[in-house]
Each structure stands twice: as structure tokens, then as C-alpha cells.
């Protein structure tokens, strides 16, 4: 079975700062991951995915992330951050290796940015 | 890319009452569709596995009786909620995979359902 764990439930940084955001999974199978943003009252939106080609992803508004297999980690990163960053964030797995297409996601971290 | 819509993004409703949430591929066909919940500051918890012409598959733990899943065409999934209650209310929120098989998943906007 498939598992999300990410670190930190609210992170907090300056505007201008750097960004990371902790995801680590769990996976019987080479996976496949996501990152999503949501935004309150609404639904997710991608921001990246990794499915096993380069394992350095960048998506869209400035953020990327770095698969690491030896660690079972996808951080998400973002230089410089800017407020409208602010927002839920959730990393999650794929099981579709295992036939089942639903996404297993992590518990969120919400990112505020300070002005 | 594709759209995912949601039907309705709010709703109130009486205790003891259904409400019914559509959940619409808009530019492409969709075999099957996930409902997912979220409760306030928590993580999305899937519901439910919609399947178009056949019976949802439910997760362990999820009363069939009372989350209603239909999937009658490529486009629209509905999620009835029967005889709800206060805590039934939640952020019910659609799902379905592209066309593309890359895992990814597309998602409706998100229905909040406030049971009084």
C-alpha cells in the first residue's frame, strides 16, 4: 500500500524566501507523485507531477521538486515566495502500478507568507 | 486540459433530508470518477471509486446505503447524500483521471454541504 507523510502542517516564510515543503511517501511500487495546491472552499489544482522520467520536476508558478528515491522523498521548493502563495498544499501517490487510479494523499501544509 | 465540474459548490440543507452533488467531465469521457472527502483543515479521505455502468466500489469504512454513487454516462458521476445528518457536513470534492494515463487526476471545484 501506498503512503504520504508530510512533515509540517503549517510552514511560514517571508516574502522573498525560500519555500520547501516536506513530502515523503511510502510505496511497494516505483510511484508516481504529485504535488497540489488547493485553495479555500475550492478544489485541487497540479502543481507538478513526477512519473518516473527526470527526477527533477518544475511546475507551474515557480515550484519544483526533487524525487529522491535512496530517501523516499519529493520536497517541493520555490525560491523566492511570493504572497499569493499562500495556500494548502498536498503532496500525493499514485497506485496505478497496482491497477487502482485514486491518489493517496498526504495530510497538507499550509503555507502563509508573511508581506 | 481537462475540466472537471461540480454541482452544486454549496448547498444547505435540513437534517433527515438528501442532497445531490453532480460531478461532470466537461471536455472529455470519464470510465470512472473518485469522491473524495475533507473535513475542515484535514486531508482529502476517498470515498468512494465511480464506475460508469457498474456499482461503485467503496472504501472500507463508508456506508453505501448512505453516500448514493451513480455514474449513468462517460460525463457525469452523482453523489446523493440520504437522510443527512450534521455530521455529514463536508467538503465532498470529484475526481476523475485524464486521458493521457499519467495518474494525474482532474478536480471538480468542491461542493460544501452544511446539514442544520
Known amino acids: 500500500a501506498q503512503s504520504v507523510t508530510q512533515l509540517g502542517s503549517h510552514v511560514s516564510v517571508s516574502e522573498g524566501a525560500l519555500v520547501l515543503l516536506r513530502c515523503n511517501y511510502s510505496s511497494s511500487v516505483p510511484p508516481y507523485l504529485f504535488w497540489y495546491v488547493q485553495y479555500p472552499n475550492q478544489g485541487l489544482q497540479l502543481l507538478l507531477k513526477?512519473?518516473?522520467?527526470?527526477?527533477l520536476v518544475k511546475g507551474i508558478n515557480g515550484f519544483e521538486a526533487e524525487f529522491k528515491k535512496s530517501e523516499t522523498s519529493f520536497h517541493l521548493t520555490k525560491p523566492s515566495a511570493h504572497m499569493s502563495d499562500a495556500a494548502e498544499y498536498f503532496c500525493?501517490?499514485?497506485?496505478?502500478?497496482?491497477?487502482?487510479?485514486?491518489?493517496?494523499f498526504g495530510s497538507g501544509t499550509r503555507l502563509q507568507v508573511q508581506p | 486540459g481537462a475540466v472537471v465540474s461540480q454541482h452544486p459548490s454549496w448547498v444547505i440543507c435540513k437534517s433527515g433530508t438528501s442532497v445531490k452533488i453532480e460531478c461532470r467531465s466537461l471536455d472529455f469521457q470519464a470510465t470512472t470518477m473518485f469522491w473524495y472527502r475533507q473535513f475542515p483543515k484535514q486531508s482529502l479521505m476517498l470515498m468512494a471509486t465511480?464506475?460508469?455502468?457498474?456499482?461503485?466500489?467503496?472504501e472500507q469504512g463508508v456506508e453505501k446505503d448512505k453516500f448514493l454513487i451513480n455514474h449513468a454516462s462517460l460525463t457525469l458521476s452523482t453523489l446523493t447524500v440520504t437522510s443527512a445528518h450534521p455530521e455529514d457536513s463536508s467538503f465532498y470534492i470529484c475526481?476523475?483521471?485524464?486521458?493521457?494515463?499519467?495518474?494525474?487526476?482532474?478536480f471538480g471545484e468542491g461542493s460544501r454541504l452544511t446539514v442544520l
Open positions: 475526481s476523475a483521471p485524464g486521458l493521457a494515463n499519467t495518474g494525474e487526476l482532474f
Open positions: 500525493a501517490v499514485s497506485s496505478m502500478d497496482t491497477g487502482r487510479r485514486a491518489l493517496t
Open positions: 513526477y512519473t518516473s522520467a527526470a527526477t
Open positions: 465511480s464506475n460508469e455502468g457498474s456499482k461503485a466500489t467503496y
